[in-house]
């Protein structure tokens, strides 16, 4: 059976699983869009995949996984393992488990606070939101600066790579200058024109999500559990 990722074409993990998936090709996969703005990842039969009801899931056999780390390190450690994605020597896997961690716990979590939500949802950019983000920022780039190495785990492409660009991505959909972070900036850029096959599925998704930002989407459907909705006036 082939591999399946159920994903949200502008959703950060979502494409973040997508970029492993295909830097480990010839690795056979489908993608499965999930359309999050008709609410089908609230379902009942999208919550006997995931019962947390979010995107994306991985399928593989009728084995399903949620969250995107968890996604990323199991394709890794199955499909290629010993791979330099997701290096098995224990300091240098720490290394990337901890950007990813990082990413999770604080940068994505800052940055998709401050850009993202409030274009899809009813929150608003605060002073105390911005600081999160500048914070967040001054963090990545002091970890670039002192591990010294041309990505951001390694002197090469892994896994940890993926979800920051990702995250710093956010920032340039809304047009956020972040120039004054030198090492995070040159990062970026050299993902951007070391890794293009990957950065255009990034690019995609940006795509995407200013166009949400030029078009506010209208989601008072969903009665979202987590997220105070807004309505639209056309």
Known sequence: ???????????PPSLS?????EALEPLAFELVNVSFYHGEH??????????????????????????????????????????????TD??????????????????????????????????????????????????FDTYLQRLGTSHAAADHL?????????????LEVIDFDFSQYKHVTKWYNDFKKNHPASWAVSAEGMRLMKNCAANLPDLSHLNHPLHPTRSIKK
């Open 1 to 11: 059976m082939v591999l399946k990722l159920y994903y949200l074409e502008d959703g």
């Open 17 to 21: 699983c997508r970029q492993v998936l």
């Open 42 to 87: 609230m379902t009942e039969e999208f919550g006997k995949m995931n019962p947390q009801k979010e995107i994306p899931v991985l399928e593989d056999d009728g084995f399903f996984l949620s969250e995107s780390v968890a996604i990323m390190q199991y394709i890794c450690d199955k499909y290629k393992p010993g791979n330099r994605l997701y290096p």
């Open 90 to 139: 224990p300091k240098a896997r720490a290394i990337v488990n901890h950007r990813l961690l990082f990413n999770l716990t604080t940068y994505y979590h800052d940055l998709v606070t401050y850009t993202i939500m409030p274009i899809y949802f009813a929150y608003e950019r605060t002073p105390e939101g911005l600081k999160r983000v500048h914070r967040a920022l001054d963090l």
């Open 158 to 170: 892994t896994i940890a790579d993926f979800p920051l660009v990702n995250s710093t991505m956010l």
